[in-house]
């Protein structure tokens, strides 16, 4: 069994930070070898989009954010299975249901951010920015 467990959302103005924090456990964890850890979001009605992913197969740990984060936030990997999201000059449309999701497949990074290529997701954290 492989859990993925989210933690950091909450409600914050425009203008603040937030730090989203995934961690993988369960007794399966053990076995998992993550190529991609990724973050996704969704709102009601919407499909879930990407918003950051980092290789964490690779050497360089290369990372990819959609561009309405680009700047804002910063993807981090602690570990071999755990990432940060930091979340920095947050705005109203970030609104959202925040996912962390892991791949153990070999991704291009285009295919990266699909959410099908994903095979463990956490439960989601939510994430609330005010005007």
């Known amino acids: 069994q492989v859990q993925l467990v989210e933690s950091g959302g909450g409600s914050v103005q425009t203008g603040g930070s937030l730090q989203l924090s995934c961690t993988v456990s369960?007794?399966?964890?053990?076995?998992?070898?993550?190529?991609?850890m990724a973050w996704f979001r969704q709102v009601p009605g919407k499909e879930r989009e990407a918003v950051a992913n980092?290789?964490?197969?690779?050497?360089?740990?290369?990372t990819v954010y959609a561009d309405s984060v680009k700047g804002r936030f910063t993807i981090l990997q602690a570990g071999a299975i755990a990432t940060y999201l930091q979340m920095n000059s947050l705005k109203p449309e970030d609104t959202a249901m925040y996912y962390c999701?892991?791949?153990?497949?070999?991704?291009?990074?285009?295919?990266?951010?699909?959410?099908?290529?994903?095979?463990?997701w956490g439960q989601g954290t939510q994430v609330t920015v005010s005007s």
């Open positions: 999701a892991l791949s153990t497949r070999p991704l291009s990074p285009p295919s990266a951010l699909n959410p099908s290529k994903y095979d463990y």
């Open positions: 369960g007794s399966g964890s053990s076995g998992v070898s993550a190529t991609y």
């Open positions: 980092i290789c964490t197969a690779c050497d360089d740990s290369a």
